[in-house]
């Protein structure tokens, strides 16, 4: 009889709470906010390796209004390659080695929504993008300290890069959750170390899927 009554409680306290299918069916996509995580591959050149794919993973937020938005992410991809920067010798001048490892990004975009349907979401954005390597250690020898300081100065300036991007995707409205996929493109720079003079691309490309989840309204209800 005590189980019996614990089951019955449990059932009836079941039956007030929300579901989650219902909660998400009852929120629009437009003037809403989601979070959402995601994994997918940037495609990537070096000094030393052409159009290598790392895996990426990341978070972000997307606030929705009736025709545009705002995209913030922050992505990681992990990699390990070499890159290159011009150094000086008193006699020589040379292309030194860069050990590189990972990439962090923190990508900000204003976004538009054509062609929405109920389930169906189309979206574009252009925004900027910030790469930077997570770590760079210049590699051989030094003739002095002070060669070694100026190396060091060369590293951190090709270290980051501030650039354009370009995203596009769609996502799709399921009961608890919305899925999507994406393309987010940015042109590589020569002042980067992810930039290959003989023969990489033009833009650095990521394809990217994930999940989001509607947290609400992004504006505030008339009191």
Known sequence: MRLLRVLTAAIGLAALL???????????????????????????????????????????????????GLYVSFDQAFLTTTGSFQ???????????????????????????PMQSPRYHPYAGFGMVLNQIGSASAQGAFLNSSRYAIALDSVQSKKTSFT???VGGLQVRMAPFSVFGQAVASPAQQKFFLYNMNGGQAFNLSLEGGVRFNFGSSIDKVR
């Open 18 to 68: 929300p579901k989650p299918s219902a909660a998400q069916g009852g929120r629009q996509f437009k003037d809403a906010w989601f979070w959402g995580v995601k994994g997918g591959g940037m495609l990537y050149s070096s000094a030393s390796t052409e159009n290598s794919l790392a895996p990426l993973v990341g978070a972000e937020w997307l606030i929705t209004r009736t025709r545009g």
């Open 87 to 113: 150094d000086r010798e008193p006699d020589s001048t040379f292309q030194r080695n860069v050990a590189l490892k990972n990439l962090r990004r923190f990508s900000i975009a204003a976004m538009v929504f």
């Open 164 to 166: 354009p991007m370009l």
